[in-house]
């Protein structure tokens, strides 16, 4: 791969991140006026059901998810006397980045792997596993810190917050329209539904119903995927040296430990690679990106990082 600007591939990734963001909103209004005209007969008022729907798990993910995140993960905070290197690490990383320093946590367990959380810069937390700080140098620590700060930098939880509201709210009104059509033939209301244009709209909102939330699911990885390529680019920046942070993830390639303990479906996206073991080894093997994984292959993350000019 030839050398390329790390401020043009940070550039490329914003930029593919609000074309998918533009797809997932028009997922949602295409779902918002299949479920409305189902239930109702008028398509806004899907929207507003929707938008509802939204708006209460945006709120919870907004206040609530970090703690929860870092609950379900099993994380305990550290001071800088628990671990000073990290400490250290992180410090100088979040002075060069012009950030807050996080709150910093570690996870006891032997896989190889950390994350990022918080809704901004002043309300972020940053986790690593013990397997993971065993293993690395202090030039690969700064790599993966730096990685996840970058997260941070980037608002990367509140777009993987916004999109995985979408997609819920997408899933939630599909759900709630399949199983309506199911149990009532989609609401039949008089001789109007002898209407051949209904009729049609009726055949259309079931496919929509049908295809909204897949899409929406591969809208919402490719998301993820486009975030952690961003992450690596801003990584190089913030420490300017692409060997750290591409020394690291030849490491977490290699890794051969068991899944995360407290890793589940819900919380994978946010890792620096895969907590589990088997879809990170079947990347591998295609050597390309999945149309159905959180994160992009290794092999073509390190091959970006090398090729930063």
């Known amino acids: ?85 990290l400490f250290n690490v992180v410090e100088e990383l979040s002075i060069a980045g012009g950030v807050p320093l996080p709150k910093i ?77 199911f149990w009532f033939g989609g609401g039949s209301r008089g001789s109007s539904d002898n209407n051949n244009n209904n009729q049609i709209m009726m055949i259309v909102g079931l496919v929509v119903t049908i295809l909204a939330p897949i899409l929406a699911t591969m809208v919402q990885l490719a998301v993820s995927r486009q975030r952690e390529y961003l992450a690596d680019a801003t990584a190089v920046k913030l420490t300017r040296n692409p060997d750290g942070i591409a020394s690291a993830l030849e490491k977490l390639s290699k890794d051969t430990t068991q899944d995360m303990r407290a890793a589940n479906r819900a919380t994978q996206h946010l890792y620096i690679v895969n907590p589990f073991k088997k879809e990170r080894v079947k990347s591998l093997k295609k050597k390309a990106k999945s149309t159905w994984s959180t994160h992009p292959a290794l092999d073509d993350r390190i091959s970006r990082i090398r090729s930063l000019g």
């Open 105 to 181: 946590y570690i996870m006891q367990d032997e896989a190889l792997n950390a994350f990022a959380t918080g809704r901004d810069p002043e309300n972020a937390s940053v986790a690593i596993t013990t397997g993971l700080l065993a293993k690395l140098n202090r030039d690969e620590l700064q790599g993966v810190m730096a990685h996840e700060l970058a997260h941070v930098m980037n608002r990367d939880i509140m777009y993987s917050m916004m999109v995985g509201v979408m997609a819920g709210a997408i899933v939630m009104l599909a759900d709630f329209a399949l199983r309506y059509m």
């Open 1 to 85: 791969m030839a050398a390329i600007s790390m401020f043009d591939q940070i550039a490329k990734n914003r930029r593919n991140t609000v074309i998918l963001i533009g797809v997932m909103s028009l997922i949602f209004v295409a779902i918002g006026y299949a479920t409305g005209f189902i239930f109702f007969r008028n398509p806004y008022a899907g929207l507003v059901i929707g938008g509802v729907i939204a708006v209460v798990m945006g709120l919870f993910s907004y206040f609530r998810g970090d703690s929860l995140i870092l609950t379900v993960s099993g994380a305990k905070q550290i001071q800088k006397k628990d671990h000073p290197q």
